[in-house]
């Protein structure tokens, strides 16, 4: 195949001159589309520098490769225009995809022309093995109808050898206050670790898919797998402890699971490989082009990082807040970040108010729903058992649009990730 590493060194040079065009090749490309090995390894350094949240520019990078002479490096600013980098980018995956498919070609013929005979069906399964491994590591939102075949072979993989190491609201009373999640709005739901923020965010993902609502779930905080494991438990009423341990399930524990099927029909896509804002934007404008978008929610806010440098974290955060609003309008989707409290409301016994939202005052301020769940028995009764269900206080603490500072008495059936009212 003829190659000429010109296009690979042009994404190169936009990288390390332009942020947008940092973000968009990041975001198209993996460092072993790169055939030329000096362009992949800086491809493969600007990914972790943007990981960390900072900038990716000649100093950065060579601050990490300084075995590249930066003379060298500065070279590549040479090839390219930034506002181009999306034609480069399609050329240089183009290129990826066809050297790959020219791998795949010789290994099947290699099966097929193998001195030891093997049943079709088995060459043919090989094959198609290799034909799906060709740019299999792509980063990409994973739909969960994908991603359930190889959670029920974790599940029972980890049967056998045991567990030796994851619209509408859709609960009445909250729908009612709030008129549900609105095209535009940023809603924030907050609360203190372990109270079930996550597990309501997934409820609502859940019932916005049953009524044929596309969801995009960015998650921080877990990896696919173990969203998946919530939202089985809370769809089967499995207990998470025995989705955890299967060596443990009995019969009637399997054909329960089962039901867990009728996910894989969710247009529920799980993104967990993302880490700024910035990364979040340019996908969410992506994916609205290509088409309906009815929910995004982000896992949870103050994990996420902004591309730059800032004077304080709390600067950071502010700047996330605001990206976040201002995508929900821009692109006219309800955006739901779930964000953690401080320990104040803790510390002094009374309920959460806007100000205990963590790293930032610009939440309160650019949501236009804030939602914060307290529970009322933690810390008391340290010697009586909590309660079961918990019950669990869901404060509007803040509503652009109609009554605030008004609450709802929830019951959460933690053990299977459940709110009901």
Same mark, same amino acid.
């Given at each position: 195949?003829s190659y000429?590493n010109?296009?690979?060194r $042009?994404?190169i040079g *936009?990288?390390l001159?332009s942020k947008?065009a940092?973000?968009?090749?990041?975001?198209a490309?993996?460092?072993?589309?790169f055939?030329d090995?000096? *362009?992949s390894?800086?491809f493969k350094?600007a990914?972790?520098?943007?990981?960390?949240?900072?900038?990716?520019?000649?100093?950065?990078?060579?601050?990490?490769l300084n075995g590249?002479?930066?003379g060298?490096m500065a070279?590549?600013t040479d090839?390219g225009?930034?506002s181009?980098?999306?034609l480069y *980018?399609?050329?240089?995956?183009?290129d990826?995809i066809?050297?790959?498919l020219?791998?795949a070609g010789k290994?099947?013929?290699g099966?097929a022309?193998a001195?030891v005979s093997?049943?079709?069906?088995?060459?043919?399964?090989?094959?198609?093995?290799?034909i799906?491994?060709?740019?299999?590591?792509?980063?990409k939102?994973?739909?969960?109808?994908?991603?359930?075949?190889g959670y029920?072979?974790?599940?029972n993989? &980890?049967a056998?050898?045991?567990n030796?190491?994851?619209?509408l609201?859709?609960?009445?009373?909250?729908?009612?206050?709030?008129g549900?999640l609105?095209p535009?709005?940023f809603t924030?739901?907050?609360?203190?670790?372990s109270?079930?923020k996550t597990?309501? $965010?997934l409820q609502i993902?859940?019932?916005? *898919?049953k009524?044929?609502?596309?969801?995009m779930?960015?998650?921080?905080?877990?990896? $696919?797998?173990q969203?998946?494991?919530?939202?089985v438990s809370?769809?089967?009423?499995l207990h998470?402890a025995?989705l &955890?341990?299967?060596?443990?399930?009995?019969?009637a524990?399997?054909?329960t699971?089962?039901?867990?099927n009728?996910l894989?029909?969710?247009?529920l896509?799980?993104?967990?490989?993302?880490?700024?804002v910035e990364?979040?934007?340019?996908?969410m404008?992506?994916?609205?082009?290509?088409?309906r978008?009815?929910?995004?929610?982000?896992d949870?806010?103050?994990?996420?990082?902004?591309?730059?440098?800032?004077?304080s974290?709390?600067?950071?955060?502010?700047?996330i807040?605001r990206?976040?609003k201002?995508m929900?309008?821009?692109?006219?989707?309800?955006?739901?970040a779930l $964000?953690?409290?401080?320990r104040?409301?803790?510390?002094?016994?009374?309920?959460p108010?806007?100000?205990?939202l963590?790293?930032?005052g610009?939440?309160?301020?650019?949501?236009d729903?804030?939602?914060?769940?307290?529970?009322?028995?933690?810390g008391?009764?340290?010697?009586?058992?909590p309660?079961?269900?918990?019950?669990?206080?869901?404060?509007?603490?803040k509503?652009?649009?109609g009554?605030?500072?008004?609450?709802?008495?929830?019951k959460?059936?933690?053990?299977?990730?459940?709110f009901t009212?």
């Amino acid at each position: 195949m003829s190659y000429d590493n010109t296009t690979e060194r $042009a994404v190169i040079g *936009c990288l390390l001159v332009s942020k947008e065009a940092c973000l968009y090749s990041l975001d198209a490309l993996k460092p072993t589309d790169f055939l030329d090995a000096q *362009c992949s390894l800086i491809f493969k350094t600007a990914v972790e520098i943007v990981k960390k949240g900072d900038d990716v520019d000649l100093i950065t990078v060579h601050s990490i490769l300084n075995g590249i002479n930066i003379g060298v490096m500065a070279k590549y600013t040479d090839y390219g225009l930034p506002s181009a980098v999306g034609l480069y *980018c399609r050329k240089v995956k183009d290129d990826s995809i066809r050297f790959q498919l020219l791998n795949a070609g010789k290994k099947i013929a290699g099966i097929a022309n193998a001195e030891v005979s093997q049943p079709a069906e088995d060459m043919k399964a090989a094959a198609m093995a290799i034909i799906k491994d060709v740019d299999s590591d792509t980063q990409k939102a994973s739909l969960i109808g994908d991603l359930m075949p190889g959670y029920f072979q974790s599940v029972n993989d &980890r049967a056998k050898i045991g567990n030796k190491t994851g619209g509408l609201y859709g609960i009445r009373e909250l729908d009612n206050i709030t008129g549900g999640l609105r095209p535009g709005e940023f809603t924030v739901i907050a609360a203190r670790p372990s109270i079930g923020k996550t597990a309501i $965010a997934l409820q609502i993902a859940l019932y916005s *898919c049953k009524n044929s609502r596309r969801v995009m779930l960015f998650s921080l905080e877990m990896n $696919a797998e173990q969203i998946i494991q919530r939202m089985v438990s809370s769809e089967t009423g499995l207990h998470i402890a025995k989705l &955890r341990n299967p060596e443990h399930m009995k019969d009637a524990d399997w054909f329960t699971l089962a039901n867990a099927n009728k996910l894989c029909g969710m247009q529920l896509e799980i993104i967990d490989d993302i880490y700024t804002v910035e990364h979040i934007n340019l996908r969410m404008r992506k994916e609205v082009q290509k088409g309906r978008v009815d929910l995004v929610i982000v896992d949870y806010l103050q994990l996420l990082k902004s591309a730059g440098k800032h004077s304080s974290r709390y600067e950071e955060v502010s700047n996330i807040s605001r990206q976040l609003k201002i995508m929900s309008q821009g692109l006219k989707i309800p955006v739901l970040a779930l $964000a953690q409290l401080n320990r104040a409301n803790e510390k002094e016994d009374r309920l959460p108010v806007l100000s205990d939202l963590r790293d930032s005052g610009s939440i309160e301020q650019d949501a236009d729903i804030v939602i914060m769940l307290h529970n009322p028995d933690l810390g008391k009764n340290a010697s009586q058992p909590p309660p079961s269900p918990a019950r669990i206080e869901a404060l509007v603490r803040k509503n652009r649009h109609g009554e605030g500072n008004v609450g709802v008495l929830l019951k959460y059936y933690k053990g299977t990730q459940m709110f009901t009212d």
